[in-house]
């Protein structure tokens, strides 16, 4: 996770600004730590903010092992919890389950609704926003539901800084993908 990502990012919950603990980080990209804002948590893991309501369960035991021996203070309270680190928001799992099993079975790059990347990147981007390439560079841009995110990449290359978001597993693949 880029440390500019955090002028767009707020707590799903709150809506308040989030900090964040870096336990593993790569220049400015963060690998692995926790977002919070200083009532709700979430985790950053292999690059990537997770910030569904099950996130920090799903992915305590890398969290936990990435920790430092002391805590700050900031997060003392999350790690003398025993229970329940869900937040009390719920939603409808089935959704990440499908999407995450529809992306599984996509290459990277490769051909997605019967369609090269080139193509998908012309017919559902270009053309639908009539904007010519040239305007595109500089411009920030939130790709929401962005499955693996090969389009999302695809996109940086007219000079676009992406936002990649989704709900599935696939966008652990785009993010190995942009590198």
Known sequence: MKKRLF?????????????VNVFDASG????????????????????IPRMLPSSLSDHWPEIKAAAPDQIPASLKRLFTRQNNLDSSREYDTRTKANFSNEW??????GKTWGMELK????????????????????LVMLDA?????????AYTEFGLEVIAVDLSTGLEKGYEYRK
Not at 104 to 109: A, I, K, L, S, T
Not at 119 to 138: A, T
Not at 145 to 153: A, F, K, L, P
């Open 7 to 19: 002028d767009f990012l707020r707590c799903p919950d709150c809506k308040k600004e989030l900090e």
């Open 119 to 138: 193509d998908r990147v012309q017919w559902f981007f270009l053309d639908s926003i009539r904007i010519p390439k040239e305007e595109l560079n500089g």
């Open 28 to 47: 400015d990209e963060i690998q692995i730590g926790i977002l919070n804002c200083g009532e709700h948590f979430f985790p950053v893991v292999r690059g």
């Open 104 to 109: 599984d079975n996509h290459d990277v790059g």
């Open 145 to 153: 539901g962005c499955g693996n995110g090969s389009q999302s990449v």
